[in-house]
């Protein structure tokens, strides 16, 4: 080791100069090679998303030759193969990977925005009006989320995407929020506290400036289960017809228009499943190590 | 001693818990002379650490300041300022070292953001220049290479350098009293000399007064001028230190200076004081050291001790000082712990 830097107490030991208690549960999650991969595969899924324009051989909508060009099974020119009305499904997929991945990461932040104030809020204020929120939480809770989202959007004919984004993220914040709310109950008499509040900080600045940021792991946890449950989610209404309208793709609805003869035609819903399934296991590996690497803090 | 700087009169913090009233601070009246050295004495659960944070204002529910006064140079009540008023107060014009000096740092931010932010909080200064001036100050507090610490995390730190992290936020406005909650008890003993000798230092410098929590004797003899000693939520004496030392009046006083070890003397084992401070639901009724004294009688029994007169600037809550006599008379105290020997 080329650089030992002299600890004050005597203990000689390398050192980073700026080692975030973040940085440092990152580090710990790669360091182990199940999480390496999971990052690897979610890495290269996000950039098929991102790129789909780029990378797409064909216009995910288009229908060539609805006669001759369709139902065909994979092939060199569709790897995976054409559907019912003769579009490329790796094109599909890949524009499918764009929208589900986006549908899951607004949905998850409009929970985690909902959820964090709504339980930090509680945590911190206390008293009567803690009691309130959770009373009221406990209401919400007790609502299945599946069918609360049948419910809206089947009485709510041609909802937009934007509008799905707002309804599956508007159902998904209880839980975290009531994470949130034991984190800040647990923290608001730690010593660090008292100490900002001895020193001038406001009760504003308190929560946001000083606990919120001790959460950050949790959080961050919740986020990435988060995700991979909206994106389940989004699949099961696409899938009952609900969801994403086509010819737009999700993996939900490629999935659903292959389910009839998946017997015969099975590339149709094989891959867009298996992205799927992909997807939300790696998020889950992820989850899992990042909240073993807090607790071990 | 000059005009004080702090007025202490009749304090009572007390707590509303399931098994009663405690009466945790319950009537401490005392003054802080500017640029001093105030020692405040006494075993865990005398309120001492209460009466710090009463101060400040910084009292949980169900606790709560009952009665009394806080009054600042300027004549304002603290017990009965308003939020923001007190918030102005606090870190600015008296602020406060915490005893662990790790759970007082947030972990998830660089000691120097922490200091910085004091700054941030008290003077409308911009995020660089609040960060030079804590570097300044985490320098001046004997930090090595201040500018590359100031970047590290709580963690990255040893214990000694932590409590410089918290002197340096403490003294960051130049506040005019410093509370320092047994600022040394978390250390090894070769960095409490240390962190002693820097706070005396810095109030030279700074000519802050410092208010000086302890249950060590030691630690009030190198950096006291005056001592308070706490016992059972009252104030039981004060003095000068070298009169308190040469002379301890309340025998509680004169237990805690038998129980510290002497190099030199033979001593099998220590002496201790016998028993614990009663709870603070119930206290004894007259004299609420009676039952560990070893000199009580039944006036000690029915009639609460004022604080007696017993010298120039020593006051002591004890009716020896009426009845001299009683002193040359010990008993066995009435609490005795199984095993140990009365004193």
Known sequence: MPWQTQDFAGNSAPMRLRESPLGLAVRRVLRKRSSR?????????????????LIAPYDPAAQPDIVFGKSLPPSF???????????????????GARLSLMIGVLATIV???????????????????????????????????????????????????????????????????????????????????????ALGASRRRILWRHLLPNLVSPIVVAATLGVAHVIVLEAGLSYIGIGVPPP?????????????????????????????????????????????????? | MTAPLLSIRDLRTWFYTEAGVARAVDGVSFDIGAGETLGLVGESGSGKSVTALSILRLIQPPGRIESGSVIEFDGRDIVTLGDDEIRDIRGNRIS????????????????????????????????????????????????????????????????????????????????????ADEPTTALDVTIQAQILDLLVDLQKK????????????????????????MYAGEVVEQAEVDSLFAKPHHPYTEG????????????????????????????????????RCPYSWDRCQTEHPPLYQIGEDHVSRCHLAIEPDRRNHPHPPVVVEAGVAAA
């Not at chain 2, 614990?276 to 009676?290: D, H, I, K, L, N």
Request: aromatic letters at 8%; one cysteine or more; charged letters at 15%.
């Open chain 2, 256 to 291: 805690l200076m038998h129980s510290m070890p002497h190099i030199g003397h033979d001593q099998e084992r220590l002496n201790v004081i016998p028993g614990t401070v009663p709870a603070p639901t119930e206290w004894p009724s007259g004299c609420r050291f009676r039952e």
């Open chain 2, 206 to 229: 700074i000519g802050t007064s410092i208010l000086m929590i302890t249950h060590d004797l030691g630690v009030i003899a190198e950096t006291a001028s005056r001592v308070i000693v």
């Open chain 1, 37 to 53: 991969v999971a990052f690897f595969v979610l890495g290269v899924i996000l950039l098929v998303g991102l790129l789909a324009p």
């Open chain 1, 77 to 95: 020119a569709h790897p995976f193969g054409t559907d019912l009305y003769s579009r490329d499904v790796l094109s599909r997929v890949i524009y």
């Open chain 1, 248 to 297: 737009l793709a999700s993996w939900g609805n490629i999935i659903q228009e292959g389910a009839d003869q998946v017997a015969t035609l099975w590339w149709m819903s094989l891959f867009p499943g298996l992205f799927m399934v992909l997807t939300v296991m790696t998020l889950n590996i992820l989850a899992e190590a990042l909240s073993e690497a807090h607790a071990r803090r």
């Open chain 1, 111 to 197: 929970s985690l925005t909902f959820g964090v104030a709504y339980g930090a809020v509680a945590g911190y204020a206390g008293g009567a009006l803690d009691t309130v929120m959770m009373r009221v939480l406990d209401a919400f809770l007790s609502i299945p989320r599946l069918l609360l989202l049948i419910g809206v959007l089947v009485a709510w004919p041609d909802f937009s995407i934007g509008a799905l984004v707002l309804f599956l993220g508007l159902t998904g914040w209880f839980g975290l929020s009531r994470i949130v709310r034991g984190q800040v109950l647990a923290l608001k008499h730690a010593e660090f506290v008292t100490a900002a509040q």
């Open chain 2, 96 to 179: 406060m070292i915490f005893q662990e000096p790790m759970s007082a740092l947030n972990p998830v931010f660089t000691v120097g953001d922490q200091v910085a932010e004091v700054a941030r909080v008290h003077a409308s200064v911009s995020r660089r220049e609040a960060w030079d001036r804590a570097v300044e100050m985490l320098a001046l507090t004997g930090i090595p290479d201040a500018e590359s610490r100031a970047k590290q995390y709580p963690h990255q730190l040893s214990g000694g350098m932590r409590q410089r992290v918290l002197i340096a936020m403490a003294l960051m406005m130049k506040p005019a009293l410093v509370i």
